[in-house]
């Protein structure tokens, strides 16, 4: 099983429209996920952040956390053109070696079309 | 806040040279930096972790005699492609870590080699 995994897509959806974008993660004892967007050609942004279970709102983004289904989710409401983009799920990964570093791993990124 | 900068942002060179390209933090001190690779229409992978004051960790399958990182203040980090070949060519992507595990990116360097 990948670390993290996400639906490749393409997702399509129509312009106001809720757009869901999921992503499973392996390790339980994550505690640091991320949202990333990142439009063609150019590098990520980071657009949400969520550490414990629940939902968290930031306009129209949402992210969902349910560590014990090991799943993260992304919401974006009133979609727009201009949300069209590759979406990357980021999970922390706790090191299990004494001579390596927690990291962040990326999922492959789903990608997301509006469509007007 | 939370800005990065990173230059060169496109460069074309031949095989064989070397390319430095150099990633900062320009309004907060980053201890980690991490550099990642990705060619068109995949995934974000990445090459090596960058500490402040320590030798970089490298991903498996990266030679590191090849992508030589220092990371020597905690707003600077560069890597350097040694000898570049065309199968070099991509898009490199360097990122630092906040303090809740976030990474801000860098907006990026394409690499053309020749």
């Known amino acids: 099983q990948k670390e993290v995994e996400q639906n490749s897509g393409p997702l399509s959806v129509p312009e106001g429209a809720i757009a869901s974008l999921n992503c499973t993660y392996s390790d339980r004892v994550s505690q640091s996920f991320f949202w990333y967007r990142q439009y063609s050609g150019k590098s990520p942004e980071l657009i949400m952040s969520?550490?414990?279970?629940g939902d968290k709102e930031d306009g129209r983004f949402t992210a969902q956390l349910n560590k014990a289904s090991q799943y993260v989710s992304l919401l974006i409401r009133d979609s727009q053109p201009s949300d069209s983009a590759t979406y990357l799920c980021?999970?922390?990964?706790?090191?299990?070696?004494?001579?390596?570093?927690?990291?962040?791993?990326f999922g492959p990124g789903t990608s997301l079309s509006v469509i007007p | 806040g939370a800005v990065v900068s990173q230059h060169p942002s496109r460069v074309i060179c031949k095989s064989g040279t070397s390319v430095k390209i150099e990633c900062r933090s320009l309004d907060f001190q980053a201890t980690t930096m991490f550099w990642y690779r990705q060619f068109p229409k995949q995934s974000l992978m990445l090459m090596a972790t960058s500490n402040e004051g320590s030798k970089a960790t490298y991903e498996q399958g990266v030679e590191k005699d090849k992508f030589l990182i220092n990371h020597a203040s905690l707003t600077l980090s560069t890597l350097t492609v040694t000898s570049a070949h065309p199968e070099d060519s991509s898009f490199y992507i360097c990122s630092a870590e906040g303090v809740y595990n976030e990474q801000f990116f860098g907006p990026g360097t394409r690499l053309t080699v020749l």
């Open positions: 969520i550490y414990s279970n």
């Open positions: 980021a999970v922390n990964i706790r090191s299990r070696m004494k001579t390596s570093y927690d990291k962040v791993i």
